[in-house]
């Protein structure tokens, strides 16, 4: 912690609500401890590019209301490569920086990995996904907004399912990982979630039909996981046209609406506690590590761990799910 002068700061990966609230925080616990910011944009390839600008305490003012992150965020085939992490290593010794804080989901957090075993960079990465799907944290910077979204939009969606006597089946993000399928679900009080955690188990479709959901209702909304194993919503469309014709089915896919939209409150707190969490772990010489929410308690999570396990879902949820929608 002693050689640390100059943190470097960057998002990366997909967008997610609470990204400007964690830039702020990071940013001004940094200067509070004595610490240097540089904002780097577009993630790694604004590293490898040099697109890297001091940070000042007033460029954080009035960014965590929005969403997005104020620090942009891209694509980056260079970083992929060693010649490209050379690049991006002489990019921050140019500009004296010492440590990174990543913000950024799986993707990211590999790539900060690797990075740092590299070139013995210390890192400390915030789980910034809407996707909740990180291992070692309850919650992850973005979900909670993309949640109350998901919520938001199947309430409406429920209207015309009601009017029409339709099957609704809504796709949500999530790609391998059915948090926001299955919380989603019950909180808009869906009939049925189908997610990749089981979709291996059971025939999630059949099981569905076949206990006769709709015996007692006009109207019914199933959410999917996007994903190559569950089929996603159109995949899933077109099974109950040949399969259950008698089912007037449409489809809507939420898509990149999730991603949008002023954090809650929930990720506003969150991202202000784990980017104090990073300037803190820093000042205690820790290094690769992923800042975690456990059980309200801020955990240091190796990013071996983070990665490379999987987060599992909770099955109550579904069984719950099961009870409530008769």
């Not at 790694?44 to 992150?69: C, K, P, W």
């Amino acid at each position: 912690m002693a050689s640390i002068k100059t943190i470097g700061l960057l998002t990366s990966g997909g967008d997610a609500p609470g990204m400007n609230a964690a830039i702020r925080a990071v940013t001004r616990s940094a200067i509070f401890s004595g610490f240097k910011v540089k904002g780097i944009y577009r993630g790694y390839r604004g590293l490898v590019s040099d697109e890297v600008v001091d940070f000042r305490a007033q460029d954080v003012s009035n960014i965590m209301h929005h969403g997005g992150t104020i620090l942009k965020t891209a694509r980056c085939k260079e970083f992929m490569t060693a010649e490209g992490r050379q690049q991006a290593y002489d990019v921050m010794k140019k500009h004296e920086i010492d440590a990174l804080v990543v913000i950024g989901g799986d993707g990211s957090l590999s790539g900060a990995r690797q990075f740092a075993s590299e070139f013995d960079v210390p890192i400390v990465g915030l789980p910034g996904t809407i996707d909740n799907d990180l291992y070692g944290t309850d919650h992850t910077i973005g979900y909670d907004t993309a949640l109350n979204t998901i919520m938001w939009c199947v309430d409406r969606i429920r209207d015309t399912a009601s009017s029409h006597e339709r099957l609704f089946i809504i796709e949500v993000m999530g790609r391998n990982a059915g948090f926001l399928a299955l919380n989603g679900a019950v909180a808009s009080g869906a009939e049925a979630a189908i997610i990749p955690e089981i979709s291996t188990e059971v025939d999630q479709l059949a099981e569905l039909i076949e206990s006769g959901f709709r015996k007692s209702k006009r109207s019914s909304i199933v959410l999917v996981a996007e994903s190559p194993i569950t089929g996603g919503a159109m995949g899933l469309a077109e099974r109950v046209r040949k399969e259950y014709p008698q089912y007037d089915t449409r489809v809507t896919i939420l898509g990149h609406l999730q991603r949008g939209g002023s954090p809650t409150a929930q990720d506003r707190i969150l991202a202000s506690r784990m980017g104090a969490a990073a300037i803190d772990a820093l000042l205690e010489g820790q290094r690769n590590v992923m800042i975690g929410d456990d059980d309200e308690h801020i955990v240091y999570v190796p990013f071996s761990k983070a990665i490379r396990k999987d987060k599992p879902i909770d099955r109550d949820l579904i069984d719950i799910l099961r009870r409530l929608s008769i």
